[in-house]
């Protein structure tokens, strides 16, 4: 089921203040409106910093670190 506006808005919130606490979320939201930020070439930047398959090495490592035990989604 996809989420609506206000559901993404809410998660990413939380994500932003669980990750970094409000006042550094509200410095990035303020940073991100004001630099109008180019999102696909700020990715391209960070993810060119790392060796072929390091991304992936690291995603399979906070895996197993990890494990999602949550309920399936239902598609």
């Known amino acids: 089921m ?10 990413g919130m939380r994500c932003l203040t669980e990750g ?3 006042v550094e979320a509200e410095q990035f ?3 991100i409106l004001r630099e109008k ?3 696909t070439k700020w990715q391209r930047d960070f993810y060119d910093r790392f060796a072929a398959g390091e991304v ?3 995603a399979i490592e906070f895996a197993k670190k990890h494990p999602y035990n ?3 989604a239902q598609i």
Do not use: F, Q
């Not at 996809?2 to 998660?11: C, P, Q, R, S, V």
């Open 2 to 11: 996809a989420l609506n506006t206000l559901e993404i808005m809410d998660k």
């Open 20 to 22: 970094m606490g409000i």
């Open 29 to 31: 939201i303020s940073i």
């Open 37 to 39: 930020l180019d999102y």
């Open 56 to 58: 992936h090495a690291n």
């Open 70 to 72: 949550g309920p399936a």
